[in-house]
């Protein structure tokens, strides 16, 4: 059975569930940064999905990315799939800029992780939802 790791839980707020991720804001307003998960049981690396949800992943990815490139207009956006500090398979998607605190280098350890104002929070969860609506699992 899937369940999402306690930190990320902590850390995210939930966008909505694509057919193979659960899809998330991570709460730092620093960043436009989305994050999924695919909802596999014990999943910790990309070779551990199946092939056609390896396909899959790459998809929602590509489809998550381009509605971030929209929605904030980035200079560049950054994927990867760590996993140092979670085990869970995840992917962040992050919309970098130029002006951003850590521009050039990781967020990761950066000391900017301060969350969303709240009303902050909702606008920009609610504009990514509706952004991201074609992707949702019916």
Known sequence: MFRLNERLAGDTVPLGVSP????????NRHWPW???VPERPDVREL???DAPDRVRLIEEISFVSKVLEDVSRPDKLNVGALGNVVPQLHVHVI??????????GPVWGSGHADRYPAGERDAWTQRLREALRPLWRE
């Open 47 to 49: 070779h551990h999905l």
């Open 95 to 104: 919309a970098r800029r130029r002006d951003d605190p850590a521009w050039p």
């Open 34 to 36: 989305l994050i999924l």
């Open 20 to 27: 193979l991720c659960r899809v998330l804001l991570m709460d």
